[in-house]
């Protein structure tokens, strides 16, 4: 299989959020918030688990949706283009313009 992300959408939201929800479930303080709760470093490891809980069900959400949806698009107009669009350079073939202008 191709990691093929040319957003970066897995890279930085995925990663970004994955160590932002653990990073609240460590720092989080009442001393700041009052009405949130106390993190793994403020004596509150639930927190933490809470925090984790919630990145599996987010991962596994987002996995089971992705997966209906491309395999809904796959059905309908098709995932890939043929290997010789690809070839060839997919802002001619898809976007009928040049990316660069080489010569």
Request: aromatic share 4%.
């Amino acid at each position: 299989m191709v990691y093929d992300d040319s957003l970066d959408v897995a890279g930085v939201h995925g990663v970004g959020g994955l160590i932002s929800a653990l990073a609240t479930g460590m720092f989080a303080s009442k001393a700041l918030n009052v009405h949130g709760a106390n993190g793994l470093l403020y004596g509150a490891p639930q927190t933490m688990v809470t925090q984790i809980l919630a990145i599996v069900a987010v991962i596994l959400f987002s996995a089971v949706l992705t997966a209906a949806i491309l395999k809904g698009i796959d059905l309908t107009i098709g995932l890939r283009v043929s290997p010789e669009d690809e070839v060839q350079g997919l802002d001619l073939t898809q976007h009928q313009e040049a990316g660069y202008s080489i010569g």
